[in-house]
């Protein structure tokens, strides 16, 4: 009996350890619950939020992309920092970015063969659930550069936005461009127009901005027909600025007499820069050697008479208030542009202020012009039987006309390179 109850009192014993055990244990699960519990949820909630921060990067680095290319594009058509920023601006907002959060920088680097871009962008944005443990907000950053590439140089540029016939080669010229091509930037269908079968021209290739319309007479060398609906060359001398009008009138004009002594010497604009200036045209008679330097031609024409000699080096013919040049006689150029200062490269430069003027390249003329023919308001007409060799001769004119018995054999200038099909491309 005794030892029954012994075994009952024993087994009842055990029965009560184990349930205090049991509510023990429970216990200690709770406590360790509460502290894992909110670490597990944090560790969750900061995963997800570096998921979420790693999308907002990559959503930031297409934007970064794509704005690159679209500033690059308009550096390509040659404009300006500001329409570059306002080009990328435009698009990396389109495609998420927020420019009341966050910056944009655009930045260029010149360089053969074209050139780059290089557009950074970066974001503050509020911490998530992140911000229990830091009240900084989360910064982002993401770098694209572009790469203009490629292009074939051009010798003829006709600027006109929309000029019907804006390079024009017609009756019987013939036209001989060496190793360059022809760009027309207007959208006419026949912004590039030949209209004779006996007119000939042969060149690299021609571009357009609108269309082409060619005859037989037509021998491109380095494409097979002309490429059409190509973006707008940039004009390579728009950055060139034409002096102060007022200050020209401030010179004295000084006639053919003048220069025709070999001591003249220049005289100074207000703002510095060494010129004269001839007031109501300039005919070019006998032998003349032109100094190098800035001569300033203010109204009428400048020609060079039959039986003339006009040679000079490193010099710039600017024509104002409505002078035009009419090489019309049978007189001898032997000109070059300076390869160096303000005016580098430009060996006739007709003032953007005055518009529709047509500068003639007649008669018996023999000419050898070393320089740009810069008209950028102007037509430049070569008609009768001119002709231009023996330089390396680049046009860059509003419209440009052969026509006569023009001959005309140029090439592209390596050091003031008109690049034309250029390809904009992403390479960081």
């Not at 027909?225 to 728009?238: G, L, M, N």
Request: proline share 4%; net charge negative; charged share 15%.
């Amino acid at each position: 009996m005794r030892q029954t109850l012994r075994r009952n009192f024993a087994m009842r014993s055990v029965r009560v350890f184990s349930r205090q055990f049991s509510r023990d244990e429970a216990g200690a699960v709770a406590v360790i619950a509460a502290i894992v519990f909110p670490v597990f949820v944090g560790a969750m909630g900061l995963g997800a939020e570096t998921g979420y921060w790693y999308f907002k990067q990559r959503e930031l680095q297409h934007a970064a992309d794509v704005a690159a290319h679209a500033a690059a594009v308009r550096y390509r058509a040659g404009d300006g920092l500001s329409s570059l920023d306002a080009a990328a601006t435009t698009v990396a907002v389109a495609s998420g970015f927020s420019s009341s959060s966050g910056e944009l920088d655009v930045s260029t680097e010149a360089g053969p063969p074209g050139g780059k871009v290089t557009v950074v962008l970066s974001e503050r944005r509020p911490r998530l659930f992140s911000s229990v443990f830091s009240p900084d907000p989360v910064i982002l950053s993401a770098r694209a550069v572009a790469q203009v590439t490629g292009g074939s140089k051009a010798c003829v540029l006709a600027l006109s936005a929309s000029a019907s016939g804006a390079v024009t080669v017609t009756v019987s010229t013939e036209v001989q461009l060496s190793g360059c091509s022809v760009v027309s930037n207007s959208t006419a269908s026949d912004a590039f127009l030949m209209r004779n079968g006996s007119a000939m021209m042969s060149t690299d290739c021609v571009y357009t901005v609108g269309g082409a319309v060619t005859t037989s007479g037509l021998t491109l060398s380095g494409c097979d027909a002309p490429v059409e609906r190509v973006p707008p060359t940039a004009d390579p001398f728009a950055s060139v600025t034409e002096p102060d009008n007022m200050q020209i009138q401030q010179l004295p004009c000084r006639s053919l007499e003048y220069i025709s002594d070999a001591t003249y010497t220049f005289d100074r604009l207000p703002s510095g820069q060494e010129a004269i200036r001839f007031c109501g045209g300039l005919d070019i008679k006998g032998n003349v050697t032109l100094k190098p330097g800035l001569y300033i031609l203010d109204g009428g024409d400048f020609t060079v008479t039959a039986g003339a000699n006009l040679s000079g080096s490193g010099v710039t013919l600017l024509l104002v208030n409505g002078a035009a040049a009419k090489l019309t006689g049978n007189g001898n150029i032997d000109l070059s542009a300076p390869t160096s200062g303000p005016y580098a490269g430009l060996l006739f430069f007709g003032s953007r202020e005055t518009t529709g003027l047509v500068h003639e390249i007649t008669g018996n003329t023999d000419s050898t012009l070393q320089g740009n023919i810069y008209m950028p308001t102007g037509q430049v007409a070569f008609t009768g039987n001119s002709s231009v060799s023996g330089g390396c001769t680049q046009i860059v004119a509003d419209q440009v006309v052969f026509t006569g018995n023009s001959a005309m054999e140029t090439c592209a200038l390596s050091s003031d390179e008109i690049l034309v099909g250029q390809s904009v491309a992403l390479i960081e």
